[in-house]
T-cell receptor, first 113, second 116 residues
């Protein structure tokens, strides 16, 4: 089944404790992206990747890192999480860019205490 | 399920009626627009898209209308069903002086509630 998977689905952590949210897609997509979703703000793009070893900032990249060492994986790294990073995070992928259909993962709910 | 917005605009319709969800976009130079549906506890799901060289595009039970003059996008759902209950987002592909970017700007969403 073609899908985007994220792990973990739910995470509670404390300020400053490094964490990684994994994202994997099995559709051989070149484009992958991370979004955060907050009440009243909709989805905002954090980082995106056009292909392996090619990443770029979205609209809200501060406090986040990403890497794209393999085509299928695009982990989101929070080196020192803060409470303002409490949010619902979505990973998405598409064949070659935003003007192709993006497939979203199920989301990761993060609470930073 | 997950709550994606506590103060979303809400459209309440009766089952079988037509629904119209509206969206104002920000960048007059944007050339590609998308509607997504997000059910409770799930990620957004693509519904339909439209390019700026078109005014209207139809899918199965859905129609998207684009009015570039007033930067307005609408999604029409015919014969609305209980399964259509969800949050609906519009998104635009941001342009800059170099052309299309690889960024999407999302609207804040509208909650569609279908009454049986």
């Amino acid at each position: 089944e073609a899908q985007v998977t994220q792990n973990p689905r739910y995470l509670i952590t404390v300020t400053g404790k490094k964490l990684t949210v994994t994202c994997s897609q099995n559709m051989n997509h070149e484009y992958m992206s991370w979004y955060r979703q907050d009440p009243g703000l909709g989805l905002r793009q954090i980082y995106y990747s056009m292909n392996v070893e090619v990443t770029d900032k979205g609209d809200v990249p501060e406090g986040y890192k990403v890497s794209r060492k393999e085509k299928r994986n695009f982990p989101l790294i929070l080196e020192s999480p803060s409470p303002n990073q409490t949010s619902l995070y979505f990973c998405a992928s598409s064949l070659s860019g935003v003007q192709e259909t993006q497939y979203f993962g199920p989301g990761t709910r993060l609470l930073v205490l | 399920g997950e709550s994606v917005g506590l103060h979303l605009p809400t459209l309440s319709v009766q089952e079988g009626d037509n629904s119209i969800i509206n969206c104002a976009y920000s960048n007059s130079a944007s050339d590609y627009f998308i509607w997504y549906k997000q059910e409770s506890g799930k990620g957004p799901q693509f519904i339909i898209d439209i390019r700026s060289n078109m005014d209207k595009r139809q899918g199965q039970r859905v129609t998207v209308l684009l009015n570039k003059t007033v930067k307005h996008l609408s999604l029409q759902i015919a014969a609305t069903q209980p399964g259509d209950s969800a949050v609906y987002f519009c998104a635009e592909n941001m342009m800059n002086y170099g052309g299309a970017t690889n960024k999407l700007i999302f609207g804040t969403g509208t909650l569609l509630a279908v009454q049986p």
